[in-house]
């Protein structure tokens, strides 16, 4: 069973835009991850938010996480031709566990 | 990122076939994880290492065997291979429990 959810399941805005990612979650959590997939390769890690934590910042990635809400968004801003790619929320259910649960992704097209 | 290397990269085989995918880290992470990435259901978990000898079942984990020998090394097997076992395989290791996980590039199996 999946997780996280992510929402839109396809977005497409214009080279420059901001994107904006979410994640809906069922149970208590460790963490959320997000990770990115560009198209026929493996996943890459982009920000890890800890349950006792509200937001945080890579570069133009913005997470934030509402635990009351069980969600979390992913912004990207100022987009980029090369931010083309699927999406991946992931949790790390309860304390004690080491396994990811990941939501189907949100495809993300920007056009040029 | 992780030094993930995974064999074969693309593998056709038939129905009842026995298949075995290997996945080799060379950063000495502790755990290790089997993946299969389907349409429409992002990344479900096979199994899972939490150390040399130590296996566990993911979500997925019928008709799949793990073994891990080595801390480098962990192989995934089909015994049987049957159509609904073409997917796409990804490998992933982490260093710490419920930390940040890092991907290898994937392998495509088709079965016949």
């Known amino acids: 069973s999946q997780q996280g959810e992510e929402d839109p399941q396809a977005l497409s805005i214009q080279e420059g835009e901001n994107a904006t990612m979410n994640c809906s979650y069922k149970?208590?959590?460790?963490?959320l991850q997000w990770y990115r997939q560009n198209s026929g390769r493996g996943l890459v890690h982009l920000i890890l938010?800890?349950?006792?934590?509200r937001e945080k910042h890579s570069g133009r990635l913005r997470v934030t996480l509402d635990t009351s809400k069980k969600s979390s968004s992913l912004l990207i801003t100022a987009s980029r031709a090369a931010d083309t790619a699927s999406y991946f929320c992931?949790?790390?259910?309860?304390?004690?566990?080491?396994?990811?649960?990941f939501g189907t992704g949100t495809r993300l097209t920007i056009i040029p | 990122d992780a030094g993930i290397t995974q064999s074969p990269r693309h593998k056709v085989t038939e129905t009842g076939t026995p298949v075995t995918l290997r996945c080799h880290q060379t950063?000495?992470?502790?755990?290790m994880y089997w993946y299969r990435q389907d349409p429409g259901h992002g990344l479900r978990l096979i199994h899972y290492?939490?150390?040399?000898?130590?296996?566990d079942k993911g979500e997925v984990s019928d008709g799949y065997s793990v073994s891990r020998s080595k801390t480098e090394d962990f192989l995934l097997t089909l015994e049987s291979a049957t159509s609904s076992q073409t997917s796409v395989y990804f490998c992933?290791?982490?260093?710490?429990?419920?930390?940040?996980?890092?991907f290898g590039p994937g392998t495509r199996l088709t079965v016949l």
């Open positions: 149970t208590s959590i460790n963490n």
């Open positions: 950063e000495n992470h502790r755990y």
């Open positions: 938010i800890r349950s006792n934590e």
């Open positions: 992931a949790t790390v259910a309860g304390f004690g566990n080491e396994k990811l649960t």
């Open positions: 992933a290791t982490s260093q710490h429990r419920a930390d940040t996980q890092y």
């Open positions: 290492s939490y150390g040399v000898k130590d296996t």
